[in-house]
């Protein structure tokens, strides 16, 4: 209405994008950061283009990547060289298509429970996903993902999987800490959301020995239930909580960091170092837990 009112709305450009879903329970996640599946990686996107054109509805997979280059294009701007996305503005020409595009997604949030992380592909119609028991869906007979094709067809699996690969081999991975200076407040609240996590690892291999991400989640839940408890001043159920979660799982990594800042957060430092010390002889190279101790 604001641009209408400065007669600005028929020449504006529009953007409107989601950044992510909510898994809402489905497939065992209550929230979003752990799993790749279709409801967290399916978000809006549309453009409002200037002037008056004809609405057209892209049906072909696309990616967030796509957005800059997109708005570059309509902008006038020259593109960038190395860049992943495609400009979407493309579509506009009805001849137009991308056929075998392969959209790559991740999650490294596992790693912090001693899984493999997950990589995933979708490609047309179908979706994959590497994990220690990868699996493969048909997104349009199956959006919510529920029957696993990798028995019905192992040609697609193998050619996502060789797909992945590829991809993986000829992307740069390297890593830069670009941690920025947060108070305890604001970092206790981005991991009570599931954006900060010093456990997570970029970890583009696959290892047969570790967990599958599928038989974590339930630790995941858990963990995310003991933080909110302790959240409302119930600290004696919540450490309760972390007890049974270590008792059943003592190899995960991430029930030692909440832990840890449970008790710091306390005041209880003995207590805290005890949880950091487990926590380094599962993740010995961890320099967050090292500079707490020391």
């Not at 028991?133 to 997104?139: G, K, Q, S, V």
């Not at 059943?248 to 960091?257: L, S």
Request: glycine content about 4%.
């Amino acid at each position: 209405d604001r641009l209408k009112t400065l007669d600005l709305y028929d020449k504006a450009l529009i953007a409107l994008v989601g950044d992510h879903g909510e898994m809402l329970g489905e497939h065992g996640e209550n929230s979003h950061a752990f799993f790749i599946y279709h409801n967290v990686l399916r978000v809006p996107m549309m453009f409002k283009l200037p002037g008056a054109i004809q609405s057209r509805k892209i049906t072909e997979p696309c990616s967030i990547i796509d957005v800059m280059p997109t708005i570059m294009s309509l902008a006038g701007l020259d593109p960038l060289e190395s860049i992943q996305g495609i400009d979407l503005s493309n579509y506009l020409r009805p001849d137009f298509s991308l056929p075998n595009r392969a959209i790559f997604a991740e999650s490294m949030t596992p790693t912090a429970y001693n899984c493999n992380s997950l990589l995933g592909l979708v490609m047309g119609r179908w979706h994959y996903i590497q994990s220690t028991r990868p699996e493969l869906y048909d997104r349009l007979k199956d959006p919510v993902e529920l029957n696993n094709l990798m028995e019905q067809f192992p040609a697609q699996a193998q050619k996502m999987s060789d797909r992945l690969i590829h991809l993986l081999a000829e992307t740069d991975h390297s890593d830069s800490d670009n941690t920025a200076e947060l108070s305890p407040e604001v970092l206790e609240q981005l991991a009570s959301l599931g954006y900060l996590d010093d456990n997570i690892v970029l970890d583009y291999t696959l290892q047969s020995d570790k967990e599958d991400a599928k038989d974590m989640i339930n630790v995941r839940n858990q963990i995310m239930h003991a933080m909110n408890i302790a959240r409302t001043g119930q600290r004696d159920l919540a450490f309760k909580v972390y007890t049974e979660i270590i008792q059943q799982y003592p190899k995960v990594p991430e029930t030692y960091r909440i832990l840890a800042a449970f008790h710091l957060k306390g005041g209880e430092l003995d207590e805290a170092e005890i949880a950091l010390k487990h926590l380094l002889t599962l993740t010995p190279t961890d320099r967050s837990s090292l500079n707490k101790l020391m």
